[in-house]
Nanobody, 121 residues
């Protein structure tokens, strides 16, 4: 079973940058889609960015241009480069493989444990 482990979160001032990493214990090539999702307290997990095996990407409107998702199939790692961070970006960031949308939220059998990102104003 592939396991995903996130890292790179922390406390940063508005306007700063962070790079999140999601390391997989196995090949990330086995997933059709890999993505980053954000969850704030008491709310559902929302899509931040996805990257598919075709290299097509999707971004939430709120992070487009500021964030960049990428993957390294040799290192089995997915990255999220976050620039010009805003307080609204605060939350726990999870990576997931092959997440699906149904019943009003995203579901996956391959969630990581999450990494906290806090942006101060």
């Amino acid at each position: 079973q592939v396991q995903l482990v996130e890292s790179g979160g922390g406390l940063v001032q508005a306007g700063g940058s962070l790079r999140l990493s999601c390391e997989a214990s196995g090949s990330i090539s086995s997933f059709n889609v890999l993505g980053w999702y954000r969850q704030v307290s008491g709310k559902q997990r929302d899509l931040v960015a996805n990257i598919r095996y075709t290299d097509d990407t999707d971004y939430a409107d709120s992070v487009k241009v500021r964030f960049t998702i990428s993957r390294d199939d040799v290192k089995n790692t997915v990255y999220l480069q976050m620039n010009d961070l805003k307080p609204e970006d605060t939350g726990v960031y999870y990576c997931a493989g092959d997440a699906e949308w149904y019943s009003g939220t995203y579901h996956s059998d391959y969630w990581g444990q999450g990494t906290q990102v806090t942006v101060s104003s």
